[in-house]
């Protein structure tokens, strides 16, 4: 009964620590009203997004009477769907992407250090939590902030590492990589085969 606490507790403090680490985001706040027999009722809604930098993000959506209780709700959801995205390097994405939720149309770059992260509004919020720190971005369509962070994390989601491809091919990382457009070959890809 004793060792089951400690284990509980044990989960318990590895949980609180993850959370530690985890940096919080909000992206946007929206007053709505139902109409009700009365009049109008006013309520909160708040697009959290939730990320640890090192390759880990989330985003979630609350609703309630009160600002902070609608936050809390997001950023309870938010840290319930995170997803990994592999990154070069540990700061910039391994290729480009595109990614699209209704009419929000976005693309994602790797780029070279020092580039910094080149993206607004809703997008820099994702690319800033997740730890990406050079890439550049580009919205094209509805500036929907919903619409943004989904077509961001559709991106994202098809970002995958040479070694994830060379999983799926039976091949070694330095066969996939071969010779990169950015100049980066056989150096890369033995850095590729430690980091993964």
């Known amino acids: 009964m004793a060792r089951r606490n400690e284990e509980r507790g044990d989960r318990r403090n590895r949980e609180e620590e993850r959370d530690s680490e985890i940096v919080e985001k909000l992206v946007h706040i929206n007053r709505v009203a139902a109409t009700v027999k009365g009049g109008r009722r006013f309520s909160f809604a708040a697009l959290m997004v939730v990320g640890d930098q090192k390759g880990r993000v989330g985003f979630g959506h609350g609703k309630a009477r009160e600002v902070p209780e609608a936050i809390r709700k997001a950023t309870e959801e938010a840290k319930k769907s995170m997803i990994r995205v592999p990154l070069r390097e540990s700061r910039t994405l391994h290729h480009d992407g595109d990614g699209r939720w209704g009419a929000g149309k976005v693309m994602v770059r790797a780029a070279p250090p020092g580039t910094g992260v080149i993206a607004g509004g809703p997008m820099r919020a994702v690319l ?11 919205s094209v369509g509805s ?3 919903y619409n943004m962070v989904r ?11 040479p ?3 060379a999983a799926k091919r039976g091949k070694k990382v330095s066969e996939v990589i071969g010779r990169r457009a950015d100049g980066a070959s056989a150096t890369s890809s033995a850095a590729a085969d430690s980091e993964g």
């Open 128 to 138: 800033e939590t997740l730890g990406v720190q050079d890439v550049v971005g580009k």
């Open 143 to 145: 500036s929907n902030p």
């Open 151 to 161: 077509a961001t994390f559709e991106a994202l989601k098809a970002q995958s590492s």
């Open 163 to 165: 070694r994830q491809v």
